[in-house]
């Protein structure tokens, strides 16, 4: 199966998915506002998310899926899958002590890194009872990686990519059917996680069962493969830490913001995160695999090859959304959230965050691209070293950034750390040897670009066209809006296929069987 056809299967679960999300994140922004129980709820989700971008999707699966897709290749199924039960074994044991002790001493963590919520006694109690319920999320997601891994490897990825809309559908049933059943609905939204979570770990169960893999439990034993595990997720948890420390450090500075602030910062990276999802998350979960056994077949042009189409259809896809982003943030936000307890107020910081990330938006989705290039060949260690880079680069930015523009210098400064750290992941496999930029790939970068100016430009002639829908009724914001959305794309397939910029074949491709 071609990386155009894995994306679009992994890209169009994603997406719907990533709609389901919006849904969730309009039942909240109208259910609890922006305002503290949203901060509190915030922190308490942001948590467990943490942690799952440090293993699950991180230091783990960076150091199972190539071993794994590596021993398939090499020694068949029989030692991959025994190989699969014996890392399983090991990191159930390692989780379960994990979230124990963190479960105990949820306060401390809190205290760590939401210290602004220390003066206010009932925010600070708030934060730790939702982090509680929703912590165990933790567990079930680390595991379910592994068996997405396994899954991911066999370029079965229709079912790891619809894993996220139990979340989603979960926490809606609980905002629409809990809401008023507990303390708050964000009591009712954390134990949602946690539920979601192991819906989620039954899910993949018995899709692995269906494949033929079927995971037996067993006692952990350090054997070789899982010594080359712990080994390559050393650095690998590390450079994950690094990053999401970042985000971190973020969440800590926003706490001593005024109150709403973290909400900004949340409703714009959710607007944001949609096409890093459905596009970015995508081509890594796609390309892991693929190059990984691309390098252990030793075919290095297939791996060029494979990384500059990932690029392309990254690109082809984040660089209009930036523009859109940029251009009528307010509109969008508006439509999709302003409602209930989500102000007018609400809408203008948020639109003008969102613009902040925005402009990082086609470097976190690179990222995604170039970081497989590292693990693929079981180099953990040089992502780590420009994370750490990005790091400091984003501490030093958030704290003059924040001094004149808020919440909104820290969006500024994670959109900056962020293209910095893709120079550097490009940069450095340039000079390994094990990536190249190619003419024709440059030409269609800047064909992208201009084609993306292009449809900003109408979509910003069109707006005044449809502004009465927009700030009308329900029904006439959700027409406005999709006229503005679908001009805009349309103006956007127009000027690529006027510019030749989208292939045939590529078309092709897309929807053929293979």
């Not at 994306?7 to 922004?29: K, N, V, Y």
């Not at 712990?230 to 690094?242: E, F, N, R, S, T």
Request: proline residues 4%; contains cysteine.
């Amino acid at each position: 199966m071609s990386i155009l056809k894995s994306t679009a299967i992994f890209g169009s679960f994603t997406m719907i998915s990533r709609i389901l999300g919006f849904i969730r994140d309009i039942l909240m922004a109208a259910v609890l506002g922006a305002g503290a129980i949203t901060d509190c709820f915030v922190v308490a989700f942001k948590l467990p998310n943490f942690f799952r971008r440090l293993f699950a999707e991180g230091a783990f699966s960076a150091s199972y899926v190539p071993i794994f897709s590596a021993t398939l290749e090499k020694d068949g199924k029989e030692v991959a899958l025994k190989f699969a039960e014996e890392a399983f074994a090991c990191l159930l044991i390692t989780l379960l002590l994990f979230v124990a002790i963190f479960e105990l001493f949820t306060p401390a963590l809190i205290f760590t890194i939401a210290n602004g919520f220390v003066d206010d006694e009932a925010k600070f109690s708030l934060a730790v009872i939702l982090t509680r319920y929703t912590f165990p999320f933790i567990l079930f997601v680390s595991l379910s990686s592994l068996l997405a891994g396994i899954l991911n490897s066999l370029g079965r990825f229709a079912e790891t990519a619809a894993v996220p809309i139990i979340l989603n559908i979960c926490m809606i049933s609980a905002l629409v059917f809990a809401a008023n059943t507990l303390e708050t609905p964000a009591h009712a939204l954390a134990i949602a996680v946690s539920v979601a979570g192991f819906i989620q770990l039954i899910f993949l169960f018995r899709a692995c069962y269906s494949a033929g893999y079927r995971i037996k439990f067993k006692m952990p034993k350090l054997t070789p493969k899982v010594k080359k595990l712990l080994i390559v997720m050393g650095p690998a948890a590390l450079g994950a830490g690094v990053i999401q420390l970042n985000l971190l450090l973020d969440m800590i500075i926003a706490s001593h913001l005024p109150d709403a602030s973290m909400s900004y910062l949340y409703y714009a990276d959710r607007l944001n995160q949609f096409p890093v999802g459905v596009i970015g998350v995508a081509l890594g979960t796609v390309l892991l695999p693929l190059l990984s056994r691309n390098i252990a077949s030793g075919d290095e042009v297939l791996v060029l090859k494979n990384q500059n189409q990932a690029i392309e259809m990254g690109l082809f896809f984040t660089v209009p959304a930036a523009v859109a982003f940029i251009v009528v943030p307010a509109d969008l936000i508006h439509v999709l959230l302003e409602r209930s307890s989500f102000t007018s107020e609400a809408t203008a910081q948020t639109s003008l965050t969102l613009m902040a990330y925005a402009a990082g938006l086609p470097a976190y989705v690179l990222a995604k691209v170039f970081v497989p290039g590292y693990f693929a060949r079981n180099d953990t260690k040089t992502p780590l070293k420009f994370a750490i880079v990005a790091l400091f680069i984003n501490i030093s930015l958030n704290l003059i950034l924040m001094q004149y523009f808020a919440h909104v210098g820290l969006a500024m400064a994670t959109a900056i750390s962020a293209w910095i750290n893709v120079f550097m992941l490009a940069g450095g496999l340039m000079l390994r040897g094990h990536y190249k930029i190619e003419n024709s790939l440059l030409i269609r970068l800047f064909k992208y670009l201009i084609c993306s100016v292009i449809m900003g430009s109408a979509v910003w002639l069109i707006r005044p066209l449809v502004k009465e829908l927009i700030y009308g009724n329900a029904a006439e914001q959700v027409a406005g809006l999709l006229i503005l959305v679908f001009s805009g794309f349309a103006v956007y397939l127009f000027a690529t296929f006027l510019t030749k910029t989208v292939k045939k074949e590529e078309l092709k491709a897309l929807f053929s069987k293979r």
